[in-house]
């Protein structure tokens, strides 16, 4: 099962990246004489496979590239929240990295109910990559001297893609009646949270 799963994977990752360089005419690589001048901080090996997890999550179709998506996004939440635990913040702002931790888990419990099996559609994937692209270059872009003001900006980015990603999959045609109310949702609670991040960092800067 696991060989088969990684198979998986494996597949999908190179039929995306095809397709992807296919539609943008994108190339692999750059330039090695180009190199990167500043910390990239606690967060990135994070991010870096957050993305990657997000971009290989092909599944079926679009809502279910939607919930395969969503659960690499919602762990990398946790994970950029357990990142920031470490680094010793505010009271305030540990508990709320805390709740965030909790919510991005029961999420993802929720979203793997709606999983499902059968052969992978990578047409119906790339609707999502600009969004994920667009989410990358925000979150990674993110940069400064104080981790949990970089939390609270990241994880507001973060949460800003996955009602981008939901608002796309809602104008897909065939969505299954669960998923979309799922996404609904999803989309309802993200916004939640932004409020309250945003409220948050305003603090932080006051």
Not at 14 to 26: E, F, K, P
Not at 69 to 92: C, N, T
Not at 101 to 113: D, F
Not at 169 to 185: C, E, F, I, N, Y
Request: hydrophobic letters at 40%; proline letters at 5%.
């Amino acid at each position: 099962m696991k060989k088969r799963l990684y198979a998986r994977q494996i597949t999908a990752i190179c039929l995306l990246i095809t397709a992807a360089c296919d539609r943008t005419g994108a190339q692999i690589g750059g330039d090695p004489s180009e190199v990167i001048s500043h910390d990239l901080g606690p967060f990135f090996p994070a991010e870096t496979a957050m993305y990657d997890s997000m971009k290989a999550a092909i599944g079926t179709s679009s809502g279910d590239n939607w919930v395969r998506m969503m659960i690499a996004h919602h762990e990398g939440g946790a994970a950029l929240s357990r990142v920031l635990l470490q680094e010793d913040p505010p009271p305030e702002i540990r508990a709320l990295a805390m709740h965030t931790v909790r919510a991005q888990e029961r999420a993802v419990r929720e979203l793997e109910k709606l999983l499902r099996d059968g052969p992978i559609d990578v047409e119906s994937a790339l609707v999502f990559l600009r969004p994920i692209q667009k989410m990358h270059d925000a979150t990674t872009g993110v940069f400064g001297p104080d981790v949990s003001r970089v939390w609270l900006r990241k994880m507001i980015e973060h949460h800003r893609g996955a009602i981008e990603m939901s608002n796309i999959l809602l104008k897909q045609p065939g969505v299954p009646s669960d998923t979309a109310s799922a996404v609904r949702m999803l989309r309802n609670e993200q916004a939640k949270e932004m409020k309250v991040l945003e409220r948050a960092r305003e603090g932080t800067e006051s």
